[in-house]
């Protein structure tokens, strides 16, 4: 029992915590990895640096040792210089990021009429090849970038969006960020990706990677050439249907409802038992 002391607690929890810190570092460096190609290519050269010096080393090739050596001791600040646009994104998330986002206070019933609003506008706007690029904001703030655009502050309405990206239209060029139920702005200016996209992608296209690779928003494109309906996810584009646009919506806003949801449900049943106890009296 003498081990359990407060000081052997004390440096159990900085071990905990140092074990922790390395974790995080190595799963954001893998996450950079992951999602550029560009970086893939670059982590495939350091790891044959670091193998072509493990075989020199072992067969005694001094030169090549050393010049393995060289291109390791002058390799962390290359890598910076390197990545620095992919370690600006990841601290810009961290900077931004919110645990009280807006999305999730909406009720089921505010969430529900959210999702129904911005199928009902993508699906009218595919049929006409109207283009649109809707971002909604989750946990990171879009403040930086609604300050480019048009203040609005409205209810989200499909009448409204198709309204708004109507070519010809002063805000048709430029995005619309929502806020909760409210659309915050519109014809805001997002800086566009700059990894290599198919050539049938536009603007929008660019721009929508581009934001979903510094935040964790969701932006949905309608095409204008194709009609098609996509979303871009932390630095990804997948084309969905209106259902499955549906589906993914709901499921993506119920995760961040879920707390409120449970909490209506447990009122709404305390209610009910306490109804029948009175009936029973």
Not at 162 to 169: M, P
Request: aromatic share 6%; with cysteine; charged share 20%.
């Amino acid at each position: 029992m003498s081990y359990f002391t407060l000081n052997n607690l004390w440096v159990l929890i900085r071990q905990l915590a140092d074990i922790a810190c390395v974790w995080a570092l190595v799963y954001y460096c893998l996450k950079i990895v992951k999602n550029n190609s560009r970086t893939i290519q670059i982590f495939k050269g350091i790891l044959l640096v670091i193998i072509v010096k493990a075989i020199a080393t072992y067969l005694e090739l001094n030169t090549i040792a050393a010049m393995t050596t060289s291109i390791m001791n002058w390799g962390v600040p290359a890598i910076i210089i390197i990545f620095q646009p992919e370690i600006r994104s990841i601290l810009e998330k961290i900077g931004k990021t919110s645990v009280f986002s807006r999305i999730s206070t909406l009720t089921v019933n505010e969430r529900e009429n959210l999702v129904d609003e911005l199928v009902k506008a993508c699906a009218e706007m595919s049929k006409t090849k109207t283009g649109a690029l809707i971002s909604i904001e989750q946990g990171h703030s879009l403040s930086d970038f609604i300050k480019t655009g048009t203040p609005m502050n409205s209810v989200v309405s499909s009448e409204l969006l198709c309204s708004i990206f109507q070519y010809g239209t002063p805000l048709h060029d430029g995005a619309v960020i929502i806020q909760g139920v409210k659309i915050a702005c519109a014809a805001a200016y997002f800086p566009p990706t700059s990894r290599e996209l198919p050539t049938s992608y536009g603007a929008r296209h660019r721009a929508a990677v581009g934001i979903s690779e510094i935040t964790d928003s969701i932006t949905i494109i309608v095409s204008e050439e194709t009609g098609n309906i996509s979303i871009a996810q932390e630095g990804k584009l997948t084309v969905y249907s209106e259902a499955s646009l549906r589906e993914f919506l709901m499921n993506i806003l119920g995760t961040q409802s879920n707390v409120k949801e449970k909490e209506e449900s447990s009122v709404k049943k305390e209610r009910k038992q306490t109804g029948q106890q009175a009936a029973c009296r």
